[in-house]
């Protein structure tokens, strides 16, 4: 504070800054103090205000009670004086975050802000969605909200009907396609070199299926599968890269992916839905979850949406790889997201997560910590002061006790809630969702029996080169291997993840040869170097030489030739 001010201005500004005049009398003090006219008796009052508050701080911590926080429809739990506190719903149409160890009691927050919710909840004008990753804790809701006759929706993973390949309503494909394939390229950890070949070819498909005149009849990802498949033109180690993972995510979630038109996003959002994604893999969860955002995030975009009134509430339970990395989709979003009419909430253990989600959660929620430096990123975010930070450190161990920072709030502020003690066992979890069965879909059932792609036919390579076999009208889609690749790679498919020097002599290779025969293989996808520590802790880590799932096949498919 200003050291030229004088005692009294700096009694004023301390007591509006902590919020003390906010009742009768402390307006009238506030005028008082405004036009200068204080005699013994009002310095008196305040100075009375202000030390009961810094006692109060002693006490309880130096936060301020917030309390301004009295109306609103929203309702956050109870301040350390164990009075409510409440602000508008439209607060919460800003991303939040909140971090907390393991017993915290992050989910009990989280299911005691969807129950203060849930009266809003109505068809069209405000649902949530509530994704479970690891734990199932979102269903346990489902009777409460019934009794205040709203419906949550359960759905398992692989119980979703989803074409990724679908375009969100109002939106033009092409640029679906480029926001889609960067999304893909985030969640399978390709090399960004790949969202090139993705975009290109999901719009070949656009203009085969005729979706870039206006069509509904979308493509599906094992399409997708099969164009880039007979694409060996595009660059080898992104289309290798990439064909791993469609064949992972088709293998493994095929059935939910079957389909030309799958649940319309749109049609979604207006539902009240706990997706339990814990029955599928980390990828399938993330993509599944990129998927559902870029749609509700986009079609809001197109439809001209911002600023909108929030319809949408998203929570995000045990978020950490979602989170942790700058490059996952949930980052990218979190920046736009805003303004949209979505709320969207994550939660994780610790404050080891991406400069993108710190700086792009307005509202932020800090429960006990295990680390003293999950204190001081969120502690930095928060803008707390070094004896704020450690007054939470010593004094923030309750489960169900929490220090926020809200976007529209002047002062971060302590507050708990009540425990819930939802019993698994008192109810019955009804998985059924006749809402979501409602929904329109057009199944392709030709690959509801997919299980994996064909084998690649492998061409020995004779006198001829490659372009002279072309113009012999050979297939453009087979891949070629001369005599030398061949023996090198079945050598790695037999004992593999050597290093390089292993297996020039097994093969009776001089070193130079191989050099150039390995370079070729990794060129052409069929192989791939690792680096790993022989001896732990000391030395430089050495290459080790990998065979893709390419590999496999291809010598495979030599086999049965022979
Ligand atoms: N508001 C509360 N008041 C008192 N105890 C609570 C409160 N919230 C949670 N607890 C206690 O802490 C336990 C863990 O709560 P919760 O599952 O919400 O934590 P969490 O932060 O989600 O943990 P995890 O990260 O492991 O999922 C609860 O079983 C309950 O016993
Ligand atoms: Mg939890």
């Known amino acids: 504070m200003n050291k030229k001010l004088s005692e009294n201005m700096r009694d004023h500004l301390y007591a509006i800054d902590a919020g003390l005049l906010e009742d009768p009398l402390g307006q009238s003090l506030d005028l008082v103090y405004r036009c200068g006219v204080t005699d013994d008796f009002t310095r008196d009052l305040l100075k009375g205000r202000i030390h009961n508050h810094v006692l109060e701080m002693e006490k309880h911590g130096p936060f301020h009670r917030p309390r301004k926080l009295t109306q609103g429809d929203f309702y956050q739990g109870f301040d350390i004086k164990g009075q409510e506190i409440r602000f508008p719903v439209d607060w919460l149409n800003e991303p939040k975050l909140t971090i907390g160890t393991t017993g915290s009691g992050k989910t009990t927050l989280a299911r005691y802000e969807i129950l203060m919710l849930a009266p809003f909840f109505s068809l069209g004008k405000l649902s949530a969605w509530l994704f479970d990753f690891r734990k199932t804790e979102f269903g346990a809701l489902q009777p409460y909200l019934a009794r205040l006759e ?3 929706n359960i759905i398992t993973g692989r119980k979703m009907k989803l074409n990724p390949l679908q375009v969100p309503c109002s939106v033009e494909p092409i640029s679906y396609a480029s926001n889609l394939s960067d999304a893909l390229v ?8 790949a969202s090139l070949l993705l975009s290109q070819s999901i719009i070949q498909l656009y203009r085969t299926f005729g979706v ?23 660059n080898s180690q992104a289309r290798n890269a990439v064909l791993v993972r469609l064949e992972t995510l088709l293998i493994s979630v095929g059935n939910v992916l ?15 839905i706990n997706f339990q994604f814990n029955d599928i893999t980390e990828k399938d969860q993330n993509l599944f979850l990129s998927v559902l955002l870029l749609h509700a995030f986009m079609s809001r975009v197109a439809q001209s949406r911002s600023n909108a009134k929030m319809n949408l509430l998203i929570y995000c339970d045990e978020a950490s790889r979602l989170v942790n990395s700058s490059d996952t989709s949930v980052s990218q979003f979190i920046g736009l997201i805003r303004g949209t009419g979505i709320g969207l909430n994550l939660s994780n253990q610790t404050a080891d997560i991406s400069r993108s989600i710190l700086s792009n959660t307005p509202n932020k929620i800090l429960g006990r910590c295990a680390s003293a430096t999950d204190y001081d990123v969120m502690g930095a975010s928060m803008g707390l002061t070094a004896e704020q930070k450690q007054w939470l450190k010593i004094h923030l161990k309750k489960p169900g006790m929490f220090l926020a920072s809200l976007g529209q709030a002047v002062h971060p502020f302590l507050f708990t809630v009540p425990n819930l003690n939802f019993k698994q066992s008192d109810f019955t979890v009804d998985r059924s969702f006749p809402e979501l069965d409602r929904l329109p879909i057009v199944p392709a059932p030709e690959f509801s029996n997919w299980t994996t792609f064909a084998q690649p036919e492998v061409v020995v390579e004779t006198t001829s080169s490659p372009l ?4 012999e009208g050979t297939d453009a889609t087979q891949l070629t291997l001369s005599p030398d690749e061949i023996r090198y790679l079945k050598e790695v498919v037999k004992t593999p993840k050597k290093p390089i020097s292993y297996y020039p002599p097994r093969i009776q290779m001089g070193t130079g040869h191989a050099l150039k025969i390995r370079k070729a293989l990794i060129s052409k996808g069929f192989i791939k170097l690792e680096k790993v520590q022989q001896s732990p802790g000391r030395g430089r880590p050495s290459n080790i030489v990998v065979p893709t799932s390419l590999a496999h096949d291809a010598v495979s498919a030599l086999q049965g030739e022979c």
């Open 258 to 272: 079957a389909y030309r038109k799958g649940w319309d996003v749109h049609e979604l959002s207006k539902l009240s």
């Open 212 to 234: 870039l005149d206006g069509g509904q009849h979308y493509p599906t990802m094992f399409d997708l599968h099969s164009v880039i498949r007979k694409n060996t033109g595009s």
């Open 186 to 193: 985030r969640v399978w950890e390709v090399p960004p070199v």
């Open 468 to 471: 002279e076999r072309q113009s």
């Open 150 to 152: 709203k419906h949550l």
